[in-house]
């Protein structure tokens, strides 16, 4: 390990090595039993963690609370600006340094860019970063990874489709860099305009991976391990005609599995709308609810790991 | 080669090889404007050079620059010599470089980032690579575009 993880932040995927991730992977995957309430273990007792949630979010905040919960601590926090000192015109810096005299650990989720790096500058406690604006969500993309790692047993070589609104969707792009490192074939597939961004494909060429583009999900999952489906927002489009042509375009339903190979799984960070049809929750081919159960062993391993109780 | 008639300067400081139409961005980054100096401040544009065929020059009697400026003035100028004079003598003659990481010169161009905010941050960005200039903010992670429109 080319440093401990004890204190340490983590605030962006590119922080952290392939060793290191693989670390986190192999202590999630120990903590499964304890997530499912199966055994116990309280190491964490004593220690509180301080969600501060600037922006909804349920799974996120959820998961959180329950490996904190789960590892014996406690969580003290809000997840309503509205009923904060925020609202009376606090800055951010002063709010962390208020919650640093009370917890062990910050788990911020803020409106801005940024946010997650300007907390850790203001705390000596460590701040896991759970979604800046359109920036970084490092857990997410840990969770991610485990999953695959999981369902598939590998990442690398895997073939991995990424479909939906890639140039926006913040957990896309941490994820194919972090796919990109651990050496996975990777398939976008958006309309033109929703493309994975320059700066994306740039950094997945340096890592000599085989990548693609493509608007044809049907062609590019007929030999897929995994399809990673994302929300298309309509928020994002100027037109909303032009949002229905494009949402009505990557909709899996069980007919264009049928086109896949038979151990594809399908993947979404959810909320999902309707890119995914209901009847696909039933098949074998849909781990997303499992994805998001799988949001809680891995961040029971980065607390147990960033809190020492774990090396 | 016609010698360069500007007369040559007591004391402060000569900024040479800037990179050609950049002497009026150099003006602004020392904040020399007509109303706010008492000494002569002498520009000369588009001047012969060995180096790079054009360059600016940009003189200002009375003044030594601060490392903040000289940071500054290496984002617009990279190639430029700072010649600090005393007596009509050069007492000093390095060129600018381009820090690694530039705090507190620049403002990011992401309205979402967090140093646009009202938060108590200095900028930060780290250089990627020197020609050309690419900069991305440590914060949000944003490369700059236009970095002299930039520049605080």
């Known amino acids: ?311 | 080669m016609k010698e360069i008639k500007v007369a040559p300067i007591k004391n402060g400081t000569v900024i040479d090889h800037i990179s050609c139409g950049m002497a009026f961005k150099v003006l602004k980054i020392l904040g020399i404007s007509d109303a706010n100096v008492d000494s002569t401040v002498s520009v000369l544009m588009h001047v012969p050079s060995k180096k790079t065929e054009w360059k600016d020059i940009v003189k200002v009697e009375d003044k030594e620059l601060e490392p903040i400026e000289v940071d500054k003035i290496s984002l617009v100028a990279p190639d430029a010599t700072i010649n600090i004079i005393r007596n009509f003598e050069v007492v000093e003659k390095k060129t600018v470089e381009l820090p690694d990481v530039a705090v507190g010169i620049l403002k990011c161009g992401n309205p979402n980032c967090v140093t646009n905010s009202r938060e108590p941050v200095r900028t930060e960005f780290v250089l990627k690579s020197r020609n050309p200039i690419q900069l991305s903010c440590s914060y949000c992670g944003r490369e700059l575009e236009n970095i002299v429109d930039h520049i605080i």
């Open chain 1, 1 to 311: 390990m080319s440093q401990g993880f004890e204190g340490r932040d983590i605030i962006s995927i590119h922080d952290f090595s392939r060793k290191e991730i693989e670390h986190i992977l192999d202590v999630s995957k120990k903590m499964i039993p304890i997530a499912k309430g199966e055994a116990q273990d309280f190491s964490l007792k004593g220690k509180i963690l301080s969600p501060i949630f600037f922006e909804p979010s349920t799974r996120t905040r959820l998961s959180f609370e329950t490996a904190m919960n789960r590892l014996g601590g406690s969580v003290v926090g809000f997840s309503d600006p509205e009923i904060t000192s925020l609202k009376k015109g606090e800055t951010l810096a002063d709010t962390i340094r208020m919650v640093e005299s009370y917890s062990d650990v910050v788990v911020l989720r803020h409106p801005m860019e940024g946010a997650a790096k300007l907390a850790a500058d203001f705390t000596e406690k460590p701040v896991i970063n759970a979604g800046d604006g359109a920036g970084q969500h490092p857990t997410q993309t840990m969770l991610d990874l485990f999953t695959i790692w999981m369902e598939k047993g590998a990442i690398d070589e895997k073939n991995v489709v990424l479909v939906g609104d890639l140039k926006y969707g913040r957990t896309v792009h941490s994820l194919a860099c972090a796919l990109a490192k651990f050496g996975a074939n990777l398939t976008f597939v958006a309309p033109e305009v929703l493309q994975m961004p320059k700066e994306i494909i740039d950094y997945v060429q340096e890592q000599g991976v085989s990548y693609s583009q493509s608007d044809n999900l049907e062609k590019a999952i007929e030999s897929a391990d995994v399809l990673y489906v994302t929300r298309i927002q309509g928020e994002r489009f100027p037109d909303p005609a032009e949002y229905q042509k494009v949402v009505g375009t990557y909709r899996v339903d069980n007919e264009l599995l049928k086109g896949a190979g038979k151990d594809i799984i399908v993947m979404h960070p959810l909320p999902r709308v309707d890119e995914i049809h209901p009847d696909v929750d039933g098949t074998p081919h849909a781990v997303y609810f499992k994805q998001a159960f799988n949001g809680v062993p891995v961040r029971m391993a980065l607390l147990a790991l960033i809190l020492g109780v774990v090396k």
